[in-house]
């Protein structure tokens, strides 16, 4: 689910947060962002994966099914096929608009709050509840599914748990890590009284340009699909299970389909230019394997597949995923993204619901929307099997989740957000994350070392929990809003001074007797999401940390890096620089788990090894993604040094182009 689909929004929040720019810069973008549709696409079920999909109910609940769809009237099947914003509708308004769906955006809060109580959130999340169930003449009594963008960790919600960005647990390798991940995450979500989860993201990045590249595990499809499918079992379960709910599971969502991470330069909402062969080989493997593993929901791309746009690509939505694909779930859309069809607006769009869709994700211009579809099928410009058919999907999801049961145990219980069991399995991800790049000899520091640490981003919770917290771009959270979360800089500073040494602050003397045995330098990027976050050069320009280093470095201080990124960028002025350089990616609320792998015993022996290894090549060259040409990998994928295989990293070249051949632009002396 994302929010840049009507900008309008966005332009007034942003005005709200006096930061006019960022609001125009969306509108200018979504102005322009509508293209002609091409001509109908076919395609050919040979290439596509052959999927055995679990089957999400059984004969006795289709049954039940049919009689529920067979006594509803139109408006009540129309309106299953809408999910509105909890900004724009209330409680009472679905006793007229018998909506199917409700989400809390990325800007979204219970009652307007964006930093409600998680109290508000199942308060909200009750009332939108018994208004569905309500027993009324002319009504069928049918539970409202409520989504929310749970993606690393119930990350909308003050006080849960943060777990690592999805390209840091791709980077661990372990999918049983991220099905454990992804238990808890649901466990959260069900106390607030929220039923679905906007996740796993199962994205193949292609071009680390494009500013949602964190929210894929791997640019390997293969581990994508391994990591799909441990996502989606650990949101909703083992296939078949029971009383989904009350066992604090939630729906799943795989997103997006199709190509989302193929676009050409990783233009966010872009166009994916390749053939079928390749759009079935590269981003097909991970909705294979989270369909077999039991998929709840698909949720369609913003993006289009050789000029076609997903939302309105039949061949892609009906006859390749529900058609080879064999899915039985329900197909949700992006947030507004059916207004980007050629003659199509957010208030009116019978082609996406022709094309496969069957819920329209519709924040803004949902009643006249509703009005529309209403009048399409009377006119036949939907037919009324086609309805039924989106209807029938909706409620099998709701069946399957247990939504029609009262059950629900874990509301309230908001101890076990960011419980102690969570924070634990979070800090695990952490230390199984990190990848180390380079290592002369520095790691593990010494447990009683003299060290000072700082940069330009030791201090900043939202740097190291990235996009998609609390708010949607994630730049101002704040440590109040978690107040569990620990920092990488505080973690280090704890360990330091338990092991019995000594933190030196960076105003002190560090030539003469207080001279440090390391300095430790936090930097990153700035937070961001879609959008925002797509850059034209995969180059990390922040110079403030590259200044430190130099500065330590002519003290004769040795350096250790941690650095903070949703992507792989060209450092290699800051690599060179360090004695160790450590890729952190974005760990979320445990900065504890750095910490363990960074600080050794007394004696320097490691308390853990680096065991995490890149799932996404490292760039060469600040002039060419790290996937145009040969070459142009500083390190592949699968890289990571360790303390058990200890390996001397040579020095980089500094020239733009990556030319290995020349001396370097920025040199320390």
């Not at 791709?170 to 649901?186: F, S």
């Not at 990591?227 to 989606?232: D, Q, R, T």
């Not at 197909?331 to 022709?354: M, Q, R, S, W």
Request: with cysteine; net charge neutral.
């Amino acid at each position: 689910m994302r929010l840049m689909g009507d900008c309008m929004s966005h332009f007034f929040v942003a005005l709200r947060r006096s930061s006019f720019a960022a609001g125009l810069a969306c509108w200018v973008v979504a102005s322009s962002a509508a293209v002609a549709q091409a001509p109908a696409q076919t395609v050919h079920p040979a290439l596509w994966p052959a999927v055995k999909p679990a089957p999400l109910v059984d004969a006795a609940t289709e049954l039940r099914i049919a009689a529920i769809v067979k006594r509803m009237s139109l408006e009540e099947k129309v309106g299953q096929t809408i999910q509105s914003d909890i900004s724009t509708v209330t409680p009472a308004d679905l006793r007229k608009y018998p909506l199917g769906s409700v989400l809390a955006g990325g800007d979204s809060g219970p009652y307007g709050d964006e930093r409600a109580k998680p109290a508000e959130w199942l308060k909200l999340a009750r009332e939108f509840h018994a208004v569905a169930l309500e027993a009324r003449p002319g009504h069928e009594p049918i539970p409202v599914i409520f989504g929310v963008d749970a993606v690393h960790g119930h990350n909308n919600v003050i006080g849960a748990e943060l777990y690592p960005q999805n390209i840091g647990l791709g980077a661990t390798h372990d999918p049983d890590l991220v099905r454990r991940i992804a238990e808890a995450t649901a466990e959260e979500v069900a106390t607030t009284g929220i039923d679905y989860a906007f996740a796993p993201t199962i994205a193949v990045p292609q071009d680390v340009r494009w500013g949602r590249s964190y929210e894929g595990f791997s640019a390997d499809p293969q581990q994508v699909a391994k990591f799909a499918a441990a996502a989606v079992l650990g949101l909703q379960g083992p296939n078949g299970m029971e009383h989904r709910l009350a066992r604090g599971h939630v729906a799943s969502s795989i997103k997006h389909f199709l190509g989302d991470g193929g676009t050409t330069l990783g233009e966010d909402q872009g166009n994916t230019e390749v053939s079928e062969e390749t759009l079935a080989r590269v981003h097909a493997p991970g909705y294979a394997a989270g369909i077999e593993a039991g998929a709840l929901t698909v949720m369609a791309s913003y993006s289009s597949w050789n000029g076609q746009k997903m939302h309105g690509s039949k061949a892609l939505l009906t006859d390749v995923l529900k058609g080879r694909m064999g899915f039985q779930g329900f197909v949700i859309g992006d947030y507004n993204a059916h207004a980007f069809l050629p003659g199509c607006t957010k208030e009116h769009c019978p082609d996406a619901l022709n094309a496969g869709l069957d819920m329209y994700m519709a924040p803004l211009g949902w009643r006249d929307l509703y009005a529309s579809l209403i009048a399409d099928v009377k006119a036949g410009r939907i037919s009324m099997a086609r309805l039924d058919d989106a209807v029938t999907r909706i409620l099998r999801v709701k069946f399957a989740l247990g939504m029609f049961e009262t059950e629900r145990p874990l509301e309230g219980h908001f101890e076990r957000l960011a419980s102690s069991e969570h924070r634990a399995l979070a800090r695990e991800a952490v230390r199984k994350s990190l990848v180390l790049l380079k290592n002369d000899g520095v790691l593990p520091i010494r447990a009683n070392a003299r060290v000072v640490i700082g940069g330009p981003h030791a201090g900043n919770l939202a740097v190291q929990t990235g996009g998609w917290t609390l708010t949607w771009q994630g730049d101002d959270t704040r440590a109040a809003d978690f107040p569990q979360a620990e920092l990488a800089v505080t973690a280090i500073k704890s360990a330091i001074r338990a092991g019995g040494g000594r933190i030196i602050e960076e105003s002190d003397d560090l030539v003469t007797k207080d001279k440090p045995d390391v300095a430790v330098v936090i930097m990153g990027s700035r937070p961001y999401a879609e959008m925002f976050g797509d850059v034209k050069l995969p180059i990390y320009n922040e110079r403030t940390g590259l200044r430190a280093l130099q500065f330590f470095k002519r003290l004769g201080i040795p350096t250790v890096t941690i650095f903070l990124s949703g992507r792989p960028l060209w450092t290699n002025p800051e690599i060179n620089a360090s004695n160790a350089f450590v890729a952190a990616w974005l760990p979320g609320s445990e900065g504890g788990g750095i910490a363990d792998v960074l600080i050794g015993t007394p004696d320097g022996k490691p308390r853990h090894d680096f065991t995490g290894r890149l799932s996404f090549p490292w760039p060469r060259s600040a002039l060419l993604p790290p996937y145009a040409t040969q070459g142009s990998t500083e390190f592949p994928v699968g890289f990571g040094l360790s303390y058990a295989a200890p390996q001397r990293t040579p020095l980089l070249s500094e020239r733009l182009d990556g030319a290995l051949d020349a001396p370097p632009v920025t040199r320390v002396k």
